[in-house]
């Protein structure tokens, strides 16, 4: 199993819908989760950390933590031809937390 | 604030021939430091990680090596390339424990 799991995708989503981007991970006692946006030849950039249980909203974007069921989700609301990117999850370990570990990604591809 | 710097964007090789990308970063003192290839269409791999001058963990063997001379500089090297070093190569930088990673623009290498 890998440690952070996510759909390859393409995930094809009409503009003003929302878009829905799951993850899992296997590290039972991961404190810190992190989603980011990779354009296409770019680098990747941060847009949003949780680290507790629920819901947490910034702008357009909700991230989801679900600890128990190792599953963290991002919503993108309002979709726009400019979200479409690659999104990689990201969880740091509890065996060590200098290392963050990134799934390989969700293409994203936002439909006008 | 902070920043991250990394050189040079795009880079050409022949194989064989060495190597040495450099990454800075401003604005913090005693990060950690995170060196990724990413090949094409592929996720993040983690090559090194730094907690402190002089001290780099490895994450997989390879015919690349990490420094950090200074507190803010990290450089990849590589006493000969192979045609399998081309990809992406990002350099990340985070506070501490559990914080998330921010990426420089990173560097495109081509072995021919």
């Known amino acids: 199993q890998k440690e952070v799991e996510q759909n390859s995708g393409p995930l094809s989503v009409p503009e003003g819908a929302i878009a829905s981007l799951n993850c899992t991970y296997s590290?039972?006692?991961?404190?810190?989760f992190f989603w980011y946006r990779q354009y296409s030849g770019k680098s990747p950039e941060l847009i949003m950390s949780?680290?507790?249980?629920g819901d947490k909203e910034d702008g357009r974007f909700t991230a989801q933590l679900n600890k128990a069921s190792q599953y963290v989700s991002l919503l993108i609301r309002d979709s726009q031809p400019s979200d479409s990117a690659t999104y990689l999850c990201?969880?740091?370990?509890?065996?060590?937390?200098?290392?963050?570990?990134f799934g390989s990604g969700t293409r994203l591809s936002i439909r006008p | 604030s902070q920043t991250i710097h990394q050189w040079p964007a795009t880079l050409v090789q022949p194989v064989g021939s060495p190597l040495s990308l450099e990454c800075t970063v401003e604005?913090?003192?005693?990060?950690?430091l995170y060196w990724y290839r990413q090949a094409a269409g592929r996720g993040l791999q983690l090559l090194f990680y730094?907690?402190?001058?002089?001290?780099i963990s490895s994450e997989v063997p390879q015919n690349l090596s990490a420094s950090r001379p200074q507190d803010r500089q990290f450089i990849l090297s590589s006493k000969k390339l192979l045609l399998s070093d081309s990809g992406f190569y990002l350099c990340?930088?985070?506070?501490?424990?559990?914080?998330?990673?921010?990426f420089g623009d990173g560097t495109r290498l081509s072995i021919l």
């Open positions: 730094s907690v402190g001058i002089g001290q």
């Open positions: 949780i680290y507790s249980n």
């Open positions: 590290d039972r006692v991961s404190q810190s």
């Open positions: 990340a930088w985070t506070s501490g424990s559990n914080q998330p990673q921010h």
């Open positions: 604005g913090t003192s005693n990060p950690n």
């Open positions: 990201a969880v740091t370990m509890y065996s060590s937390a200098s290392k963050i570990i």
